[in-house]
């Protein structure tokens, strides 16, 4: 009787140690309750996070005494969460095991709130501070600048203009070598995820991006997953023929999650499409015919991403004009034009299709009728070839 329920008993225990484990706490106090736009005070917050780019609220927790808190399960990779309930903007944290602690903060203005307590909330707070000692720079900079000017120029509004302008400038440089370094000292942590996200993106240029920072990214930093939207974004930024293809997934119409990536090997036409776009369903045939021109000697596939929005449509129309088999497969998000992979593709129309090399390069786009068979004969004798 002692062995039945020894095994039971180990996998209980087993599941409180691991969720004790991931366990967090998060405190936060207000200098000040009060709402930004009206009279009223904070009564009660909100801890949301981003699923499919809408805020969902997790839990919530009462304000006492200006004080508030929440206890729970932290999800396995490190995430951004939200702190809700103000009238002027949100308490941003990563959300990890451990004890976040908020420090005493206005409620008029909870953006500027500093979380601390747990790694990735003491890094962000690291950065934070950085920030800020830049900012206090650029002032000293601009004031400086002020003293040395005579009252004739100060008065001179076009002048200052310029001299504003020329600190302006001056300020974001410093700004954006400092973080440039804060990232590379703190590449095992995933928030430099989302400061290159944030912030180095819409400075440096995608090549430099990818070629120069991504390739110090350590492998554990790499399995979170906002690096794979990171490259999409990155390659998205900066798409012509010869470069990288930003990734896409989906489901299939039974249910498995198929992305692009998982064709490397092969030359593949991405093919953007919905049931209800008659000239993609035109285009049917003469995807059958490359299909079929090509036989296994180029390893030629064709990866169909629908934008509906309604299931039954799609597989309806998958199997009344029979375009599913082995080599051509079919995934969709089900979300219409809101789907991720159309921006990350820039398509504004459909049918749109782009030819993906076996190494996972963009060989060429808006391949239709005629012009992608004429391609795929090329393929097939070995008339073009694109790493």
Known sequence: MHTKHALPLLLLAYSLTTGAQRQFVITGTMLNDSLCYSEATVKKVYLTHEVNS???????????????SFKGEAPEVVTPYTITGFD??????FLEPGNIVIQPFNAQYPSHAKVEGTLANNTIAEYQRLTDEMGKKGMQRLDSMKRGMSLGELANKMMM????????????????????????QHLNSPVVLYIIKNQL??????????????????????KHPIYKKLINLVRASNMQIGNPAPDVEGETPDGKTLSLSQFRGKYVLLDFWASWCAPCR?????????LKTTGDKAQFVVLS??????????????TKNKIANDDWQHITTLKGWDSEALKLYNATSVPCTILISPKGNIVGYDLRGEQLINTVKRLKNGEQRHD
């Not at 390739?215 to 930093?221: K, L, N, Q, V, W």
């Not at 035109?282 to 490359?290: D, H, S």
């Open 201 to 222: 993106l819409q400075y440096f240029k995608p090549e430099i991006i990818e070629s120069q920072l991504f390739s110090a990214i350590p492998a554990e930093t790499r």
């Open 305 to 318: 991403y629908s934008i509906d929005s309604k299931k039954k449509d799609w597989t309806d129309c998958i």
């Open 282 to 290: 035109r285009e049917f045939a003469f995807i059958k015919r490359a």
């Open 54 to 68: 809408q805020e969902v609220v997790i839990d919530s927790a009462t304000v006492m005494n200006k004080q508030f």
């Open 88 to 93: 002027n903007g949100a308490v941003q944290l």
């Open 161 to 184: 203009e310029r001299y504003q302008w020329s600190a302006n400038c001056a300020n974001s440089f410093d700004l954006q070598a400092a973080t440039m370094h804060f990232v590379c």
